[in-house]
Nanobody, 117 residues
Framework: QVQLVESGGGSAQAGGSLRLSCAAS????????MGWFRQAPGKVREFVAS????????YYSDAVKGRFTISGDNALNTVILQMNSLKPEDTAVYYC??????????WGQGTQVTVSS
């Protein structure tokens, strides 16, 4: 079973930046899309950003649009989330996800992001 391994995250002041990275554990893993979700304490997991490899389509949630940037490499099965102008409400556990077809059904273990005011 392929694993998605996340790195990065940690703590930052409001207005600061953090960078999250994610890579699939198997080189032969082929995904149609990769993305990031987050879950704050007491809240449901929500979509943050995604990139569809074939069409090169990128989506962002309204909450992060203009502040976060997703990028990646399809051949390497890696995806990066550059987070700028961080806000305290960005505090959450961030999860990397991958889709083989149309649904995100591969998930990373999650990495904590904490933004202080």
């Amino acid at each position: 079973q392929v694993q998605l391994v996340e790195s990065g995250g940690g703590s930052a002041q409001a207005g600061g930046s953090l960078r999250l990275s994610c890579a699939a554990s198997e080189r032969t893993f082929s995904s149609s899309a990769m993305g990031w979700f987050r879950q704050a304490p007491g809240k449901v997991r929500e979509f943050v950003a995604s990139i569809t490899w074939g069409a090169g389509i990128i989506y962002y949630s309204d909450a992060v649009k203009g502040r976060f940037t997703i990028s990646g490499d399809n051949a390497l099965n890696t995806v990066i989330l550059q987070m700028n102008s961080l806000k305290p409400e960005d505090t959450a556990v961030y999860y990397c996800a991958a889709a083989k077809t149309t649904s995100f059904n591969y998930w990373g273990q999650g990495t904590q992001v904490t933004v202080s005011s």
